[in-house]
């Protein structure tokens, strides 16, 4: 029996991934892809997509992520359910441990994006995208005059309130404990506050989103002033973001304090043949067309990284 | 008379512009794009796009090139024709000079790609994407099985020859002198040279690519045997990329030793409030979904910027 050894195996079926693979397999580079839940990543799960390029009146995130699957199947990738735990070096190849199985492979694209930290509070789950946010760049223009909520109070939370004022007619800033962000941050906050664009609730916690008619109507939320319901049109929630990089905790690839993986600019992690692109990477700006991108920059890396073993004899 | 001063002026309509006015024009920043040619920069003269992610089956370069327009256009992003041959710091503004007028704005994005250099003979240009290319990466899988020849003696040239090996069955390698590539790349094409994959042709010149059909069909050269004509698919031309860096010789933008502008991770290039992204920028992968990766990224760099100008009162 022969033993398989692939090219490459990108773990991950985001946007960075799936560009990645037309790459590898367009130019005719052993490619197989393993995900754990849904292919597309993130982005299959976003109603709209409205700032990928080529797309002039936006595009349903599932749709998009459909498009970019067929194209990785045309050029012939094999894409397999599976959970990563672990990745190794042995000798000249790296093992990926797959549903508790070894898989050698010649080199490895970690491309598991990053999951945003939920409220776990009713409402959220089933208005995702109708109303339950976690991205101000990508659909705060979604809600222009409109009244929303943000959720958290660290320096993201903060930020993005500021930032979604340029769409929102008022913002309530919904803060479990005391604003924790920089001191600029909250100086410039307080020049919100003061022109009653942004209303500041401390030790408050949102308890539900309510819904009406298939789209956010309110939060229900509990402070020192009781429960009561703020009337706004959507929640934006930044209370934390969770790189997909468990697996890799006892393996030679450097994190960050944040558990993003490190990179250099070609996309090389501090493991050799093991390389990183998209949301899951330090430094990323978590934008469908950024992370497509970057697989196509990690690709030619990649296919330069194969091209120098197998010119090695390896 | 008030003086119009502008957030972000980008120079070029290039498919990293044009998504950089996706984003900005979005958020509400007043963006003016100046293009001197096409708009859609390179993309917008290729034949067929077949990598960039979304279009399973391909895109011609001119389809694409509209819908990002129309997407730009869509978010209200001002794009007028005019030439830039300089870019200066006059206090707390930044002086673009636009068919030698002053334009002032807060901040500059150089995305003005690069060119590719052309050989300059009969058939190039009326083949150009039928049988007349630039880039191994973008256009090598159209020919599987097929015969071609690539023009050039330097690194690049031999790498790209090695490259297309994987889909073409034999490669005619024209030099004009000698071969110019680093050792390794010597060794590695002699490799190629003993397997019969690649024709070495030193001391030549090519003189016309030929047409039938619509489509490339040979190429005459002249060399030390005199003159004939190759049955060739496509020629491949890699004698050098011209950045289009040319209006920054006298300002403070570092380029490198090639023309391409220098930037940090965040896209900033060396003077304060002008940033650079896509093929202009040293270290760029030339493709379409990078350059529009890029695009994304900076502007989130350049939104930052104008925030805290705004935030100083500026």
Redo the contacts between chains.
């Keep these: 029996m022969t033993e398989v050894i692939r090219d490459v195996l990108m773990v991950g079926t985001g ?1 960075s991934a ?2 990645a693979a ?2 590898t397999t ?3 580079i052993d490619t197989i892809l393993y995900e754990r839940a849904t292919i597309g990543g993130l982005a299959a799960t976003t109603d709209m997509i ?8 936006g ?1 349903p995130g599932m749709e ?1 992520a459909e ?2 699957e ?2 990785v199947a ?1 050029f012939g990738a094999q894409i397999d359910f599976g959970d990563i735990s672990s990745v190794k070096r042995e000798d000249e190849y790296l093992v990926v441990e797959v549903d508790g199985q070894p898989v050698k492979t010649r080199s490895v694209l970690i491309a598991t994006g990053s999951d945003y930290k939920k409220l776990g509070i009713p409402g959220e789950a089933e208005l995702y995208g109708r109303g339950a946010h976690y991205c101000a ?1 990508c659909d ?2 979604f809600y222009k005059e409109k009244k929303l909520a943000v959720v958290g109070g660290g320096n993201s939370a903060v930020q993005e309130a500021i ?1 979604l004022t ?2 929102a007619s008022h913002i309530d800033l919904l803060v479990r404990s005391s604003v924790k962000a920089s001191e600029v941050l909250q100086e ?1 906050l307080q020049k919100y506050v003061d022109a009653g664009k942004i209303t500041v609730h401390l030790e408050t916690k949102p308890l539900e989103i309510t819904e009406e008619g298939g789209r956010a109507s309110g939060v229900i939320i509990e402070g020192p002033e009781g429960t009561q319901t703020l009337n706004v049109d959507a929640v934006f929630v930044f209370v934390g973001l969770i790189p997909n990089s468990g697996f890799l905790k006892d393996s030679d690839v450097t994190l960050d304090e944040t558990g993003l993986v490190v990179t250099n ?1 070609r996309f090389e992690t501090s493991m050799p043949g093991v390389f990183a692109s998209g949301d899951v990477r330090s ?1 990323a ?1 978590r ?1 469908v ?9 990690v690709a ?1 890396t990649i296919r330069e990284y194969i091209d120098d073993l197998k ?1 090695r004899g390896l």
Tied chains: 1, 2.
Excluded: M
């Design positions: 946007p799936l560009t037309i790459y367009r130019e005719d409205d700032n990928y390029p080529g797309f002039p009146e595009v998009l498009k970019f067929k194209q045309r760049t705060g223009a930032f340029r769409y410039d600019e430094g700006v934008q067309v950024s992370a497509a991108g970057e697989g196509a920059a030619l010119r």
